[in-house]
């Protein structure tokens, strides 16, 4: 089929038309996203691939990177090793001072409290008669504070992975339950697990209230039951459909996994009767709400009336009849976890993540194992990661810059990205007593785009291929985004969100005759991407910067061009206007935050 | 600027790459066929979560009516009271909330295709295989490079060359339908739809730098690679929302798109499909995502009438208004003949309802069919029955007619593209169509 669709030439035409070559999934390297990429430094292709791209001045900065060691391959294991070591606090949540400070900003009000405060404030008196609604508070938060996190923080790759698990175990924040608890769903169950122990994780996922909720799991009775919850642990949590046998065939009729392979002797993979099996075996685990005799308290409850006790195989792992159903619960739940099926799920959408949407099979089948024998660790995410990360495959392995490229960001990583190279100051937030309406402006634009935190309604998680994000609603409604933020100002004063014109000449120079622009062109390309192609010439001479340079020299009649190397405001008489002026015919000052805007929404930009 | 209109100055303007008449998405590398004077299009709506379609299309009398009562104790639709099944014909109605399909249907507009889906080899209960399938149009494989949509574009003669806007994708992102296509607008909302969000110095109301953003990402995103393209896309939709006016629409008289209620982002993104269709921009398909099936608790009592107590029946309520309201958009426009619907989901789910007045996943499933061409009014394919013999393992309604000899049947007789082997690559159509669409085509001619 592939030959029969690709036959069509290599014009222009044909490669907008042509289906089989376009596909991301089979496009290697540079050439297949964009035709006119870099390849940058490799500092920053690992900074772009395990975080949101360069922070200039912390420790997920180029110069940082630089810092560690001799060779590429010596920086690479050592920045690794310190991104997948964050600073903890005593009670096990990461440190980071700068995000720390923002985030005691006093519009944040739920992320110190304990699970049982959030419940009781937000779930039992969130929608109190005559009193505020403040119900979805923590979810309104989150979906907030991800922004701040990404923009500021310096463990990069401890966001990134935030991020991978609340897509993997995928809840609606503003579900009836993930609304008043997220705080406690984004801090104890995935950031706490997020490079410890799957099982661990598996666990905590099982004893929330908003994913019983979520997944119909508070309601599984006997003697029917609803299989919900247990398909998407199946499916989505553990083994994945990658270990799917289909509808047609019966446990007795899998094969099993021969001696000597991980997990010898257990079923290759799983069919629709253990997805009925383990629902049985999840009936009456729901949680504390108050009803059917349970205490409205949002803990694990076990409604002993609604369980199924009859006997039970899942995976090949028996439980007999009468089973204590802790134990039998557990028992099933340790075979999926440790199952080399879920190894090799995780370790492929690992890879898929960091690496490119078809990853070389010998990185998954290593990172696999190494999740198969450490399910007992602590940090088995952690050394699974490192794996993924580390382990040397020749071409195509992480460590290899030729995957740049292949890669293109999402709105998320788009905007993140962009307002982090430009120095934003901007504490997203909830908008408490009308003090940061730009954070509500800020939210509205970006949910067009399609990525609003934690909105995606199905439990499968946002898609993670870039094919499905290079549609122009995503591109557009992520650059309008970005727009915005570099015009918004904030206060009273209305102090720019984005220091444009500060940086430019606190950093670059405040020079007039510095201002041509040629070099405020090249300053800007260097600035937003931490890096420039040439040590003398710096940007200057590239496609990239020519056409950057453009839009800062076109006048706004789209006819005529300001000279390039002319200084803006450096006269004679009617040039006298500089770059902070914004008044006709020029609007310098708005022209060059369009022209950030341009280095920013470059293809160049838009590739991890 | 002075007093140069935006328009005159696009048209002046010697950095602008595409002349206004010239901004167009689609290029095609294959001539139109000879006879084709049609301009029809098809519009793909995705059901996904699961639609629940015994609860759509469900037996009102016969033999199936009282395993179909006994089955669904709580959410079957009953045959009297408020929530009174819609008749269509023979045994079958029609779910009570949709009146607008059911008028749809009786003035022989609609045709419901029962018991679609994959051969038994390929059916899979989860949504996002499952899903798959149907949108690459290729059951038990998922890693088709391409969408069955991408391949009838690819495949079909019948594009104009000059197509400005051969797919649309209405939403925030394009279906794996339309995988590989790279000449897809993928587009939620007319409104705002550029990158220039906060300017506030305006020309000819726009943002000042709006048309310089273009010229430069036009430059920039002159390569040739994917992510190159894409980006070339995403200025041009700008370009041609903007040039077009494309926010400025006016539905038909009787056109009635829901403003509130769950189905309001559908009703948008029908309402911008049929205001592209009407401009004669060559669009050839559109996709829409409607989601919020998967009804695996508190679906609905069949005899709870509020549709804002029974999640289910508001569900149906607002696809049967969007639809009937897109139906009498081009009706009115006299274009309902170019245009089909076809309506279908991953799967149906299973017939027994479970302890928490849901349904859980299921297979086969009704397709419907809707436009002005369509042999409607009438059932096609066959109805598997209810009774426990009858039941896909003893729990679905069984599959009966393969979803792609449908969609086969709307590709050749209303698309004119016969190259079925390319858009459902390894299915043999030669079974042939079950007669949903008329077999000699009728061409609109005239009618622009």
Not at chain 1, 98 to 109: E, F, G, S
């Amino acid at each position: 089929m592939a030959a029969q669709l690709h036959g069509v030439g290599v014009s222009r035409r044909a490669l907008l038309t042509g289906t089989a070559t376009a596909r991301a999934k089979s496009a290697p390297g540079l050439a297949g996203l964009s035709s006119s990429a870099i390849t940058p430094p490799y500092a920053a292709y690992v900074l772009g691939r395990l975080g949101f791209g360069p922070l200039q001045g912390s420790q997920f900065s180029i110069e940082h990177f630089q810092s560690l060691g001799a060779s590429d391959d010596a920086r690479l294991t050592a920045f690794v090793d310190e991104q997948l070591n964050p600073t903890l606090d005593g009670s096990g949540n990461v440190v980071d001072t700068v995000v720390d400070t923002r985030l005691a900003d006093p519009a944040y009000v739920t992320l110190g409290k304990s699970f049982d405060q959030l419940w009781n404030d937000y779930e039992v008196n969130g929608n109190p008669s005559g009193g505020p609604y403040v119900r979805d508070y923590p979810a309104r938060e989150g979906e907030r504070l991800v922004f701040v996190r990404a923009f500021y923080s310096r463990w990069g790759l401890v966001e990134q992975m935030a991020d991978f698990w609340h897509n993997h175990f995928n809840i609606y924040g503003y579900d009836r339950y993930a609304a008043p608890t997220w705080s406690s769903w984004d801090r104890d169950v995935i950031r706490k697990n997020a490079l410890g122990n799957f099982r661990a994780m598996l666990q905590a996922t099982f004893e929330s209230p908003a994913m019983l909720y979520y997944l119909d799991n508070y309601i599984n009775r006997a003697p029917s039951f609803n299989e919900n919850y247990a398909r998407e642990i199946m499916e989505l949590h553990t083994l994945g459909a990658i270990n799917y046998l289909g509808p047609e065939l019966q446990q007795s009729e899998v094969p099993l996994i021969p001696a000597g392979e991980d997990g010898a002797g257990w079923p290759v993979g799983y069919v629709d009767a253990d997805v009925y099996e383990l629902a049985r075996a999840l009936t009456g685990w729901s949680f504390g709400n108050g009803s059917n005799g349970t205490t409205n308290d949002g803990h694990p409850a076990f409604i002993t009336s609604w369980h199924d006790i009859g006997q039970k195989t899942v995976l090949g792992a028996f439980q007999p009849a009468n089973t204590p159903p802790t134990n039998e619960i557990s028992a099933f739940l340790d075979r999926i976890a440790k199952h080399p099926g879920t190894g090799r799920h995780i370790a492929l959408k690992l890879a898929q993540r960091f690496i490119g949407d078809d990853p070389p099979q010998e990185i998954v089948d290593n990172a696999a194992h190494v999740f198969f024998q450490n399910t007992e660790a602590p940090d088995q995410l952690k050394q699974t990661l490192r794996a993924v990360l580390l382990y040397d495959a020749g071409p195509g392995s992480f460590r290899d810059i030729s995957n740049f490229g292949n890669k293109v960001k999402k709105p998320f990583e788009a905007v993140v990205s962009a307002l982090r190279s430009v120095s934003i100051d901007f504490t997203v937030r909830r908008n408490v007593d009308s003090g940061s309406p730009e954070s509500d402006s800020f939210m509205d634009r970006f949910r067009r785009s399609g990525h609003r935190p934690f909105d995606w309604r199905p439990p499968n998680g946002y898609p993670d291929v870039s094919d499905y994000w290079m549609g122009s609603t995503a591109f557009v409604h992520a650059w309008r985004t970005i727009d915005w933020a570099l015009d918004q100002g904030t206060g009273t004063d209305q102090t720019p969100l984005a220091p444009l014109l500060d940086v430019t000449l606190n950093e670059f120079s405040s020079n007039v005759n510095d201002h041509t622009p040629n070099k405020l062109a090249d300053f800007w390309l260097t600035r937003c991407f931490g890096w420039s192609p040439d040590p003398v010439n710096g940007w200057l001479g590239t496609d990239l910067h020519t056409k950057v340079r453009d839009f800062m020299a076109r006048n706004t009649d789209t006819l005529t061009m300001f000279p390039p190397d002319t200084g803006i405001g450096a006269g004679p008489a009617g040039n006298t206007l500089g770059i902070e002026t914004n008044q006709s015919p020029n609007y310098w000052y708005s022209r060059l935050r369009g022209m950030v805007d341009c280095v920013v929404f470059s293809p160049q930009f838009m590739l991890r | 600027m002075g007093n140069l209109t935006r328009r005159a100055f696009l048209r002046n303007s010697t950095l602008c790459l595409t002349a206004l008449g010239g901004l167009q998405l689609g290029f095609n590398t294959r001539l139109a066929r000879a006879d084709w004077q049609g301009n029809r299009f098809l519009v793909f709506v995705f059901l996904r979560g699961g639609m629940d379609g015994l609860n759509l299309v469900m037996p009102i009398s016969g033999p199936d009516r009282e395993p179909y009562e006994i089955k669904r104790p709580t959410i079957n639709i009953p045959t009297t009271g408020d929530t009174a099944a819609l008749p269509l014909s023979g045994d079958f109605g029609l779910h009570f909330a949709a009146t607008g399909l059911h008028d749809l249907y009786l003035q022989q507009k609609l045709a419901v295709v029962h018991g679609i889906g994959f051969p038994l080899a390929q059916i899979s209960r989860s949504h996002f295989d499952a899903q798959d399938y149907v949108d690459l149009g290729t059951p038990g494989e998922l890693h088709t490079a391409s969408g069955w949509l991408a391949r009838h574009l690819e495949s079909t003669g019948q594009v104009p060359d000059g197509a400005q806007i051969p797919a649309l994708a209405a939403g925030s992102a394009p279906p794996d339908s339309l995988l590989g296509r790279r000449d897809t607008m993928t587009l939620d909302d007319p409104s705002s739809f550029h990158p220039n969000a906060n300017n506030s110095i305006r020309v000819d109301n726009q943002p000042i730098y709006k048309l310089s953003t273009m010229v430069t990402l036009n430059q920039m995103y002159a390569g040739s690679g994917a992510l190159d393209l894409a980006g070339t896309g995403a200025a041009t939709t700008v370009e041609l929302v903007d040039s077009l006016d494309v926010a400025d629409y006016t539905p038909s008289p009787g056109a009635n798109y829901p403003t509130s209620g769950v189905a309001s982002s559908l009703a948008s993104q029908a309402r911008l499909i049929a205001n592209i269709a009407k401009r004669g921009l060559g669009l050839q398909v559109a996709t829409l995502d409607y989601g919020g099936w998967d009804t695996h608790e508190n679906q609905g009592a069949g005899t709870q009438p509020n549709i804002n107590a029974n999640q289910y029946a508001a569900r149906v309520d607002g696809l049967s208004q969007v639809l009937t309201a897109l139906y009498n958009d081009l009706a009115g426009s006299g274009m309902a003949d170019r245009m089909v619907v076809a309506v279908q989901s991953e799967f149906g789910r299973r017939v027994r309802e479970n302890d928490n007045r849901g349904t859980d996943h299921g297979s086969g499933n009704p397709m419907l069919v809707l436009g002005g061409r369509v042999q409607g009014g009438r059932l096609f394919g066959t109805f598997g029955g209810l009774q426990d013999g009858d039941l896909f393992q003893n729990e679905d309604v069984a599959t009966t007619t393969d979803t792609r000899r449908v969609l086969s049947e709307i590709v050749q007789r209303h698309l004119g593209n016969d190259d079925i082997a390319t858009v459902f690559p390894g299915y043999d159509y030669s079974v042939g169509p079950l007669g949903v669409m008329p077999g000699d085509p009728i061409f609109a001619n005239g009618f622009d």
